[in-house]
């Protein structure tokens, strides 16, 4: 990696933690300029625009989370094993967040949604990933006779999805992970309910 | 009501329906006096400080939103009722919000938990309310005998919670309320597999 790719991953890693904690909104350019310790000419270097920085930042955060699930899903080949290692993976989130500030995804759709349509675009995205790696690893299991053949894939991959978002959203609000333990304790019980 | 009760109350409502739809940190002074048509002093005339709006204005949005919940409850006695009417006037926020741009909860709790001190701690009083209503419900069900003895009420209220948030910033974030449908589907199953 040259010294320019290395700054820029540098601002992009510092730039998505800032963002994830204070929002795109409530991060001004001085804030940047704090936590990289870098001039505003010295960002604008890498980066044509705060709206750009915060797109690639934004990628950049989902990378840093997909890595953990992808590192989680290794050693796993059943389909009710992965899909508990992906929850125990996103259960770490409250306390222990690859990105401080918690889940990405989640942060930033929430922002976006009314306010951001190109950040909110980039979000389905990876909102569409995530959901297909959940939905894709039902269906294998259910081709495999893993999970019971009348489970409806996208339902449990939504029901999957919300429990763990909100549970991290109240969670994170109280400083309190035990809604998070709960949120995978319950659908644990759901999966092995449809085996 | 007198006329700089009924400004102040219109403040509240318009400012309110902003912060919920693009932050806090997101809506500038300028954006408060476009919506509410007021010069900066008309502002100040009612509220110290945008930090003291934030503040009103989510406690205004929570009021708002917990009429709807204490109206459809008024009809029902039966927990599991009372539950299923809770579930059902939320469900309808991802379309058809009291408030726009979802929930206020959820938006305010994530945009504050790791960056506005004061707003978080309205946050988890509000959520408090909202958990402790769901809790009472079920522990007045329990001693009734319509729900199972054996019922957690404070895990039971997390599930509901933390499932309805989730899948309303999911059904937000494509603008299609099927993730929320599903979420209620999968709960009144939760509830009714506890009678
Ligand atoms: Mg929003
Ligand atoms: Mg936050």
Redesign the interface.
Known sequence: MSKGEHTKTRILQQAAELFN??????SSMSDIMRVTGLQKGGIYNHFPSKDELALQAFDFAIACVSKHYRSALRSKSNAVERLKAIIGVFSNFADNPPI???CPL??T???S???HPAL?KR??QA?NSWLNLIRRIIETGIAKGEIHPEVNA??MA??I???????I??S???GDS??MQ??V??LNQYIESYL
Do not use: F, P, S, W
């Open positions: 904690q204070q929002g795109y909104a409530g401080q500030g918690g989640l942060n759709a929430v922002e949604d009314d306010a909110r979000t389905q909102m996208d339902e939504t029901i999805t919300a429990t763990l978002e909100g549970a959203m109240i994170k609000l109280y035990i809604h709960r949120a304790n319950h």
